[in-house]
Nanobody
Framework: QVQLVESGGGLVQPGGSLRLSCVASGRAVSYYVIGWFRQAPGKEREIVARLGSSGSSTYYPDSVRGRFTISSDNAKNTVLLQMNSLKPEDTAVYYC???????????????WGQGTQVTVSS
């Protein structure tokens, strides 16, 4: 199985950028489908990006398409989430998760990191 650790969150002004990292251990990250999710207070966890195993494909919901980019650095066993043009509504705890199938539903992901807080505010 795989263990995941996120980092890179913080406070940023609207319009700013952050890059989140998800470092995997225990197994190659390329073996899994990796999803980045977020959860704001009182809201359901939602997917913001998905990377197919071996970097085969990507998916973004309309809310972040064109602003967020998911990528992998296999040499570092890491998946990155570059977030640009951030908005206050992007404020949430961000999680990376791993699955062996291609899903957008967070309940289908077996392995999770602890999360990193992203706050977009002036």
């Amino acid at each position: 199985q795989v263990q995941l650790v996120e980092s890179g969150g913080g406070l940023v002004q609207p319009g700013g950028s952050l890059r989140l990292s998800c470092v995997a251990s225990g197994r190659a990250v390329s073996y899994y489908v990796i999803g980045w999710f977020r959860q704001a207070p009182g809201k359901e966890r939602e997917i913001v990006a998905r990377l197919g195993s071996s970097g085969s494909s990507t998916y973004y919901p309309d809310s972040v398409r064109g602003r967020f980019t998911i990528s992998s650095d296999n040499a570092k066993n890491t998946v990155l989430l570059q977030m640009n043009s951030l908005k206050p509504e992007d404020t949430a705890v961000y999680y990376c998760a791993a699955s062996r199938g291609v899903y957008n539903d967070y309940r289908m992901y077996n392995y999770w990191g602890q999360g990193t807080q992203v706050t977009v505010s002036s």
